[in-house]
């Protein structure tokens, strides 16, 4: 079974604009780490947020998690085409066993 | 820095033919593990390893086994290979999961057609 979700399950936007997805999940967590996978290759690690931390930012990306809600949120600022691929939340809830989500697939037109 | 290096990229079996996906990291990582992504559902744990002689099922263990003889290699072994096999593999490491996470690096994956 999945712990994370995410949403929407696709997202297309133009060069420049910014790209939000959010991630929800259902039980307690350590962290939460974004991972991003280009067609054909393996997952590349974004960000890890813990579950005593609100915000993070890392360059043109921003993460924030909100555990009252269980959910976190993906932002990437001023989108290029080089961003276009899919991106995957994963929680850490039991040591070892990180579960991801099936993913949001963003498509970044010039 | 190789990272983490899976062999084969591509395999085609057939219905119960058995074979292995080859693992290495040479980052001296604790923690390792094998996943496998469907379309739709993201990526499914199979079989983690915290250390060279320790293994533990993850979320989808049957039909596959592991070993963990040294710290850098972790083979994932189909037994008796199913067309519900059919799916990319990907093998993943990290510097440990004591403490409070860290990130996993992952390999380019195995995309496996089982006829």
């Known amino acids: 079974s999945q712990q994370g979700e995410e949403d929407p399950q696709a997202l297309s936007i133009q060069e420049g604009e910014n790209a939000t997805m959010n991630c929800s999940y259902k039980t307690s967590i350590n962290n939460l780490q974004w991972y991003r996978q280009n067609s054909g290759r393996g997952l590349v690690h974004l960000i890890l947020?813990?579950?005593?931390?609100r915000e993070k930012h890392s360059g043109r990306l921003r993460v924030t998690l909100d555990t009252s809600k269980k959910s976190s949120s993906l932002l990437i600022t001023a989108s290029r085409a080089a961003d276009t691929a899919s991106y995957f939340c994963?929680?850490?809830?039991?040591?070892?066993?990180?579960?991801f989500g099936a993913g949001t697939q963003v498509v970044v037109t010039p | 820095n190789a990272g983490v290096t899976q062999t084969p990229k591509f395999q085609v079996l057939k219905t119960g033919q058995s074979m292995t996906l080859q693992c290495a990291q040479d980052m001296n990582h604790e923690y390792m593990s094998w996943y496998r992504q469907d379309p739709g559902m993201g990526l499914r744990l199979i079989h983690y390893?915290?250390?060279?002689?320790?293994?533990d099922q993850g979320e989808v263990p049957n039909g596959y086994n592991v070993s963990r003889s040294t710290t850098e290699d972790f083979p994932l072994r189909l037994l008796s290979a199913a067309p519900s096999q059919t799916s990319v593999y990907f093998c993943a490491s990290s510097y440990s999961i004591r403490g409070l996470g860290s990130p996993l690096h992952f390999g380019n994956g195995t995309r496996l057609t089982v006829t």
């Open positions: 994963a929680t850490d809830n039991s040591w070892g066993k990180l579960q």
């Open positions: 947020i813990r579950s005593n931390e």
């Open positions: 390893s915290v250390g060279a002689g320790i293994t």
